[in-house]
């Protein structure tokens, strides 16, 4: 059977997450966040916020981030390399396995991403995360 999704629909059931930091609780996020359906090893979500993500990786394959309205700096750390890219509106990247990847949105974002799981989040705010134990 074919998994069909509104994105205006899904998207217009989330509230803005104004503010968001490396360090806000799952009680600030819960609204701005949803799971939409199971995809591969993994899942597609969607999101909305303003601000700061956590640093994040996905050990189990690459993950892909569609901008849907708004636009974010996407922060990423790979193993050979720091980068840093600007994405807006109609966009996609593909954030590459294990790499260390952060969102900032400061005017806010709406994002679609097809996740494999599991995520490893660091809910601490740092300039790098490989240098958290």
Known sequence: ???????????????????RTPTSSEEERAGAFARLAPYRDGAVFTAKFAGVSAWERHPNGDEIVYIVDGSTTLHLITAEERETVSLRAGMMAIVPQNAWHQFEAPDGVCVM???????????VNVEDPRTVA
Do not use: S
């Open 1 to 19: 059977m074919v998994t069909v999704i509104d994105f205006e629909a899904e998207f217009a059931k989330l509230t803005m997450l104004r503010g």
């Open 113 to 123: 991403t097809a996740t494999p799981q599991p995520t490893e989040h660091l809910r």
